[in-house]
């Protein structure tokens, strides 16, 4: 597992997860993981059971919101954000790379929070994370919104 990403007390990204590596996790003082790959999408990766069974086998709470950066839809931002709110802390969330993780918390920030998705970019560049197409996934995803 690559060093997670502390966003602050609460929240960190980091990439691919292991099942062996649930212990250290839980270790690390996490209370919840959340899955954001989906199953599938290289192979030899690690299915969403196999890590899951090890979270609740070390008493973290596990959830399973997969997505891809292109086809992430409001419902699956909403999915995370109360998943965020209402699931024990700190969690520790994870896809691939930790980069599409970290879009889905930042449209929690514009949508939820009323942030800027350019000053959300910057941020998150500062962080590691290429975020530039944040603006253009923010109106998709609002005007899929106002449909609904």
């Not at 060093?3 to 691919?16: H, M, N, R, W, Y």
């Amino acid at each position: 597992m690559q060093a997670p990403v502390k966003i602050d007390e609460t929240l960190s990204f980091t990439g691919q997860i292991a099942p062996a590596e649930v212990a250290e996790i839980a270790k690390a003082g996490y209370a919840a993981i959340i899955n954001n790959r989906p199953d599938g999408e290289e192979p030899g990766q690690p299915t969403k059971e196999a890590v899951e069974a090890e979270a609740k086998r070390h008493g973290l709470e596990y959830r399973y919101i997969p997505v891809t950066t292109p086809t992430i839809t409001y419902k699956d931002v909403a999915a995370f954000h109360n998943a965020l709110l209402r699931g024990p802390k700190p969690v520790l969330v994870h896809c691939r790379s930790g980069a599409r993780s970290y879009v889905l918390y930042a449209l929690t920030r514009v949508f939820f929070d009323g942030e800027s998705p350019l000053m959300l970019a910057a941020d998150a560049a500062k962080k590691g994370y290429d975020l530039r197409a944040l603006p253009a996934l923010v109106e998709k995803l609002q005007a899929e919104k106002d449909k609904s």
